[in-house]
């Protein structure tokens, strides 16, 4: 796997309380408002500019994975809650994936603890923590890993967020692999570490990798990390400074997990950005967020996407419960 091992600087740092300034919160009430008022349009212009980006190449894909999603159970929260202009209501989840590849088997974004209520709620913002709150049924990772009989060779998050790290609380020693600006992020910024982030990430065997590559379809930095065109990650910026996508190539086609820059499928289809609350508490840069979601809506139809935390589109790959 083409990745470079890092120092961990993690166990030296202390986590911490999350704590918003002034200046944020008057910023987020302030974008609830217009989120009901007058929700964001989509950027013609610059879809326009994607439509052609889209016919850029990939890598010509030598080898394929299998992908497979853990069980976990969803909440249903209605869309207006968590997007502007949606209707509806969708099931969210916690979820985590396993990416099979034919050198190693990956744990795609450890969501939670079997502690998350006590280990990782309590660093959180209660504004957040009371949006986020996970149902008692929550099924840990480390649960979840075991009732499949999946044994990881390593974990990789696409970004430093609490629910796509802080399963490795119940892993200890497995090896976790970063986006180098997540890494350089989570170990300096304020928001990143807490929810048991950096207890999450310390103690373990650390790897890094650059978005070093060309342009891959509508993203303009890409790592490819077996070298084969399977398992490519791409630059998914703004939701968080190092955030990436994986677009693989499966045995089913052709998919891109997309972490959290949309919390459901729907959002990408129909071009909606997240409501000021919780869209600025939980989005580092929301501009660069919202032309991020334009490149993933801009992509060629044959390439699904997957959000983590939309648990019926994650349930396509779902394996049958042997419990
Ligand atoms: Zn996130």
């Not at 979820?95 to 969501?111: E, K, M, N, R, Y």
Request: hydrophobic share 40%; net charge negative.
């Amino acid at each position: 796997m083409d990745v470079t091992e890092r120092r961990n600087p993690f166990g030296s740092l202390a986590s911490h309380a999350q704590s918003f300034t002034a200046a944020r919160l008057v910023q987020t009430a302030v974008a609830e408002v217009r989120s009901l008022t007058w929700p964001r349009r989509a950027d013609r212009r610059l879809l326009e500019a994607l439509s052609r980006d889209a016919e850029r190449p990939r890598p010509p894909a030598r080898r394929t994975v299998r992908l497979t999603t853990l069980r976990q159970r969803p909440r249903r929260v209605p869309g207006r809650v968590l997007f502007e202009r949606l209707g509806g209501a969708d099931e969210i989840c916690l979820q985590s994936f396993v990416i099979h590849h034919p050198d190693a088997t990956i744990l795609l974004d450890p969501a939670v603890p079997a502690d998350v209520h006590g280990q990782v709620m309590p660093e959180l913002q209660p504004a957040l923590r009371r949006i986020v709150w996970p149902p008692a049924s929550t099924i840990p990772t480390r649960d979840a890993l075991a009732e499949s009989g999946i044994r990881p060779d390593l974990a990789l998050c696409t970004h430093a967020h609490w629910d796509h790290v802080s399963g490795l609380l119940d892993l200890p020693g497995l090896p976790v692999v970063l986006h180098e600006d997540e890494i350089d992020w989570a170990a300096t910024g304020e928001l990143a570490p807490a929810g048991g982030v950096r207890r999450g990430l310390a103690d373990r065997p650390l790897h890094g990798f650059a978005l070093d590559g060309p342009p891959v379809l509508t993203f303009e930095r890409s790592h490819d990390l077996f070298g084969d065109g399977s398992v490519v990650a791409v630059d998914l910026a703004g939701h968080t400074p190092g955030s990436v996508g994986l677009l693989l190539e499966t045995e089913d086609g052709s998919v891109v997990l997309i972490g959290d820059v949309a919390w459901h499928s729907r959002q990408v289809e129909a071009l909606r950005q997240r409501s000021g609350l919780p869209g600025c508490l939980v989005d580092e840069d929301r501009e660069r967020t919202w032309h991020t979601l334009h490149r993933l809506h801009a992509l060629p139809a044959q390439v699904t996407v997957v959000p983590a935390h939309d648990h019926a589109r994650a349930a396509r790959w779902a394996v049958p419960s042997v419990s």
